[in-house]
């Protein structure tokens, strides 16, 4: 996609009017056209009007940057204004490491959401779940703070205290918890073994990703030996992140075909992506473990082995985001950048999962969740505002959720079951079974 560049300016008929050699380039008629300009020449008489008459002198620059976030952000969910601060910490975050707590979040109409907490860092650590609603930052209530500048609250130098008021669900009191924020590194891939089963946890895809999955695989095939089952990749809470890296860890398993397609708004836009032969798990069983906190990237590769049949997809439904986001500079990131969303992506077989998610083969609960929690305790795409709407029929068949034996206490049931699925799958010599 050609890189776009918009400089922002202090006059307001120079804001108008290079909006308008923009929106004369591409209107299809001039009566689009005239009607595009008479709605930026409201911008700016309006501009003008705030600059002579508001009470104290504003801030051009900051008056354009919100302008901008708010005419992207009502897009849809995912599609923001960075400004250039915000564009500058943001690249850390698939190639270094930055000062917090380890809270993936989401905001909508004022509510700031836990979407999940990354693995071993003080959120985690806290007891943090995804889901807890943010009710306040050190004691700032957070109404009307974009997403940006809540994730500015949360960060800071490591060692450096933050207290969050937050609520789990509807109608409890609030929790208060002490956090000490700490130095987050790009989530790494972890693993074990699980008896004879390799166990992987993807926490996150950014741009190491890949070459750990390669390395998790190595060391144990080196652990386990020929004795080795099969493979169960965590995939659960994983929020996503760079599309490359689920390209490249769902080819990991294929041995051809196509990985995942992304169609923009114009046909020449439309990119298929296909897997190489070779497969280094070596035709291994695999289990995916999914929930409502996976989304994006880990719905790509999820998508991918469930129509390849080459994985048992166990879980809940994923989160349903089935939308590719760009981040397009504006003067080479002098002037911050947007993060639009440009594409829809299709599993191979050619389904959106957009705010549908992915169906597990086999639904199991992790313990305490029930078909009937309210939606707004257990939130998904379909329930962000502005979110594209799904292509696919949404399917209103109740899912056969296997749940934790009554009275029985499991620490991670979602993962026992898949290790007791792998184990009688091999025993039935490749046959599919199912432990119900």
Do not use: C
Request: net charge negative; glycine share 10%; hydrophobic share 40%.
């Amino acid at each position: 996609m050609r890189s776009m560049a918009l400089t922002a300016v202090g006059a307001a008929a120079g804001f108008a009017g290079a909006f308008f050699v923009l929106s004369m380039a591409q209107s299809a008629t001039d009566t689009d056209a005239q009607s595009t300009y008479r709605a930026l020449d409201r911008f700016g008489a309006a501009f003008a009007t705030v600059r002579s008459e508001y009470v104290e002198m504003p801030d051009d620059r900051k008056m354009i940057e919100s302008a901008l976030n708010g005419m992207i952000s009502d897009l849809d969910p995912h599609s923001s204004y960075f400004d250039p601060k915000t564009f500058s910490d943001m690249q850390v975050k698939t190639s270094g490491s930055y000062g917090g707590i380890g809270l993936v979040i989401s905001a909508d109409q004022g509510i700031v959401k836990v979407v999940s907490p990354i693995d071993d860092t003080p959120a985690s650590h806290a007891g943090i779940k995804a889901g807890d609603t943010i009710l306040a930052i050190d004691g700032r209530g957070l109404q009307g703070l974009s997403l940006d500048k809540v994730q500015d609250l949360l960060r800071g130098r490591s060692g450096t205290k933050v207290h969050l008021t937050l609520m789990r669900a509807a109608g409890q009191k609030s929790l208060e918890v002490d956090l000490m924020r700490a130095a987050i590194r790009v989530e790494a891939v972890k693993f074990h073994r699980e008896g004879d089963v390799g166990y992987i946890r993807i926490p996150a895809f950014n741009e190491e990703t890949n070459d750990g999955v390669e390395a998790a695989i190595k060391s144990l095939k080196k652990q386990i030996g020929p004795q080795l089952k099969g493979y169960i990749i965590d995939l659960r809470e994983d929020g996503g992140g760079v599309l490359d890296q689920a390209i490249a860890v769902s080819d990991d398993f294929l041995e051809s075909g196509e990985i995942v397609s992304t169609r923009g708004r114009k046909p020449e836009d439309t990119q298929r992506y296909d897997a190489k032969p070779g497969d280094i798990a070596d035709g291994k069983p695999l289990v995916v473990l999914i929930d409502g906190g996976t989304a994006s990237a880990s719905e790509i590769v999820a998508g991918a082995l469930q129509d390849h049949k080459r994985a048992t997809i166990v879980g809940m439904t994923s989160f349903g985001k089935g939308s590719v986001q760009t981040i397009i500079p504006l003067s080479g990131g002098e002037d911050g950048a947007l993060h639009l969303t440009t594409a829809r992506y299709y599993t191979p077989s050619g389904r959106s999962i957009q705010a549908t998610g992915i169906v597990p083969d086999i639904a199991v609960a992790q313990g305490d969740e029930t078909a009937d929690v309210p939606r707004v305790e257990q939130p998904s795409e379909a329930d962000l505002p502005h979110h594209l709407v799904a292509e696919q029929q949404v399917s209103t068949t109740k899912l056969n959720i296997t749940r934790p034996p009554s009275g029985k206490t499991i620490g991670d049931f979602q993962l026992a079951y898949a290790v007791q699925w792998m184990n009688r799958k091999t025993l039935s010599q490749g046959g599919r079974v199912s432990a119900r």
